[in-house]
Each structure stands twice: as C-alpha cells, then as structure tokens.
C-alpha cells in the first residue's frame, strides 16, 4: 500500500534548484544529502535530486502536464519575490473563478502557478 506520495524535481545544473527553492521558500531543506535534498512544507514535500549521468536525457524538455502550485496569501508579493530571484513571470495575472493565479518557471523550466484564492465574501 501507499505510506505517502512527494513530488520530486530533477537538478540538472548540480544545486540551482535548491538554492531556487530553498530562497523561494525561506528555509533551509529538511534533508540535506551529496545528491538529494528535500523540503517539507504545509501538505508537501518537495524533493530536488541530481539524476544520474546516463539518465540525465531523461529529465531535459519542456515542464508538459506538470506544474507545481503554490498558493499565496500576496500574488503581488510573490511575484516580486520571484523577479528578485531572477525568475519573473512571462505572462499577466489570470483571474479565475476560484481566484487570481499567475505562471512562472523555475530556473530549470518547471512550470510554477501561484495562487491567491479568492476570499468568501
């Protein structure tokens, strides 16, 4: 049976995604090994690992169905702090019917949605 279920990314530039994420996020990773690093948030766990180099081609490509979703209590504030981290977002603020989100990307081209849901009135 299934214990628990994380999503993993895969560090192709040896760090750039932990030191992305670890700014991103404002904490250190919880696990901190030679080729993995993982960190623990509300209802996630990310882990970022170095794949090995005959399997590196495996990992190259555009982010296709996937994409992490951060909800945000500040778009306006994530998206500033993205754009310090040399990671601004392409494209506008979408407003949804569930809130307003927009698009970014981290450093390895893993599509990032950042959301603020919208507040019940």
Not at 42 to 69: H, N, T, V, W
Not at 76 to 92: H, K, N, S, V, W
Request: aromatic content about 10%.
């Amino acid at each position: 049976m299934i214990a628990t279920v994380f999503v993993t990314l895969a560090d192709l530039e040896a760090g750039v995604l932990v030191e992305f994420y670890q700014q991103l996020f404002e904490q250190e990773p919880a696990v901190w090994l030679p080729q993995y690093a993982e960190f623990e948030l509300p209802g996630l766990r990310l882990g970022i690992f170095q794949p090995k180099a005959e399997r590196r081609d495996e990992f190259y490509g555009p982010a296709g169905s996937m994409s992490l979703c951060l909800e945000v209590q500040e778009l306006e504030a994530a998206i500033e702090r993205l754009t310090a981290l040399g990671q601004p977002p392409p494209g506008a603020i979408v407003n949804a019917s569930h809130g307003r989100e927009i698009y970014a990307y981290d450093p390895a081209g893993n599509r990032l949605i950042l959301h603020q849901a919208k507040v019940a009135q």
